[in-house]
């Protein structure tokens, strides 16, 4: 089973329209393993909202060798990911990322209150 907090490549994400390759972290198990997906940048839809503009983590590139750019991991969004599309691990979240993350997902207003528990206590 794939690790809590690393990061994966997914060859074309189910979650995406159309699939295509996405970088997740994997931030806590249900039933299944669940992530945020990593994006370049932010998207106008997302600026336009401020809950959702809250739930952005940067990313620095000289963190994670595998980024070819500084990045956000969009928080706002939690993905179910069978363990079969968690093949390619890319590395672990470093603490301080980790720890943004865990206090962005406390006060996201779109992420479920038992999915906000299984991650502030991973």
């Known amino acids: 089973?794939?690790?809590?907090?690393?990061?994966?490549?997914v060859k074309n994400c189910p979650h995406t329209n159309p699939p295509k390759d996405k970088f997740t972290v994997i931030v806590c198990k249900d039933s299944e393993c669940m992530g945020f997906f990593v994006n370049s940048h932010i998207n106008k839809f997302i600026q336009k909202r401020p809950?959702?503009?809250?739930?952005?983590?940067?990313?620095?590139?000289?963190d994670y060798?595998?980024?070819?750019?500084?990045?956000?991991?969009?928080?706002?969004?939690?993905?179910?990911?069978?363990?079969?599309?968690?093949v390619d691990g890319?590395?672990?979240?470093?603490?301080?990322?980790?720890?943004q993350?865990?206090?962005?997902?406390?006060?996201?207003?779109?992420?479920e209150k038992r999915y906000q528990k299984l991650i502030s206590e991973g």
């Open 1 to 9: 089973m794939p690790d809590v907090w690393h990061f994966f490549h």
């Open 51 to 62: 809950s959702m503009l809250a739930c952005q983590v940067a990313v620095k590139a000289s």
């Open 65 to 86: 060798w595998f980024l070819s750019s500084d990045s956000y991991l969009d928080c706002s969004q939690l993905y179910p990911f069978d363990d079969i599309l968690l």
């Open 90 to 99: 890319r590395g672990s979240v470093t603490e301080q990322t980790k720890a």
């Open 101 to 111: 993350i865990k206090q962005v997902v406390l006060n996201a207003k779109t992420i």
